[in-house]
């Protein structure tokens, strides 16, 4: 049977709205359309992203705290290095500042059914025996000099133009030649496709996280690998200096990878 204390705090968990959120005086409107223009939006990163619950500091004004940054890599390491595509998994208002979670954060999480067990009197177990991935994101905290007013997404995204840069063409600027007619579509989307060269990819999804090299049936190949479970993976391989193949791999549970998507021309 089911552990009802476990239950009863899951939902009261659920249920409640933290103080910090209320004491802001930004209109719940704005609140909302920020949460709905910004989860889940990409953006290429400028500056190394520390590990551990502290993240990055940043003031509205566009100043970094560098010595924080620097204290927090130097004890934790780096999450996310530059010029890598990263996303806005999450966005947590506080009284004078918003927190954006990066590539799933740093914290470990749990789910509601994590506080569940199951099982006859004393003996009893959770119902998810898995282990917690290790979190490989990290977070900025856009840090404002009052309590939150109402803004507008575009006004948030300029504050945070010192660190992440939201604007799909600038990559391009990057490549020392036209992008191909056939491929602007894919990197104004921030994706490779069969064919780029590696410039092309550069432009459409900047510098992967890893780079594998391997040889297959006498054939040289490498793997650009962007992303990390349980969030999209996407593996671009390359023969000499262009695409032959794109697989995509949505996270699963525990970190598993599940094919998504992809793209071979053989």
Request: glycine residues 8%.
């Amino acid at each position: 049977m089911l552990c009802q204390s476990h239950i009863a705090a899951t939902f009261l968990v659920g249920i409640t709205i933290p103080s910090v959120v209320l004491a802001s005086d930004i209109q719940p409107q704005s609140r909302m359309a920020i949460v709905r223009g910004l989860t889940a939006e990409y953006a290429t990163l400028k500056i190394p992203l520390p590990r551990g619950k502290k993240g990055l500091l940043l003031n509205a004004n566009g100043q970094v705290d560098q010595e924080g940054l620097k204290r927090e890599i130097t004890q934790n390491g780096t999450a996310v290095q530059p010029n890598v595509l990263v996303q806005i998994t999450q966005v947590e208002f506080q009284d004078k500042e918003i927190i954006f979670e990066i590539n799933g954060g740093s914290k470990h999480k749990s789910k509601w059914y994590d506080h569940i067990e199951v099982g006859i009197g004393n003996n009893t177990q959770p119902i998810n025996q898995q282990a917690t991935a290790t979190p490989t994101g990290s977070s900025i905290s856009l840090i404002f000099p009052q309590k939150l007013q109402d803004m507008t997404v575009e006004e948030i995204k300029n504050s945070l133009s010192p660190v992440l840069d939201f604007d799909p063409t600038s990559p391009m600027h990057t490549v020392t030649r036209p992008i191909p007619l056939q491929f602007r579509e894919a990197v104004q989307a921030k994706k490779a496709a069969v064919g780029m060269d590696q410039d092309t990819v550069l432009a459409a999804m900047g510098q992967p996280q890893r780079k594998v090299r391997e040889t297959k049936d006498g054939v040289e190949q490498e793997d650009w690998i962007y992303g990390s479970p349980p969030f999209k993976v996407t593996f671009v391989t390359f023969e000499e200096d262009q695409v032959v193949n794109v697989k995509e791999y949505e996270g699963g549970i525990g970190g598993e990878v599940q094919p998504s998507s992809e793209q071979d021309p053989r």
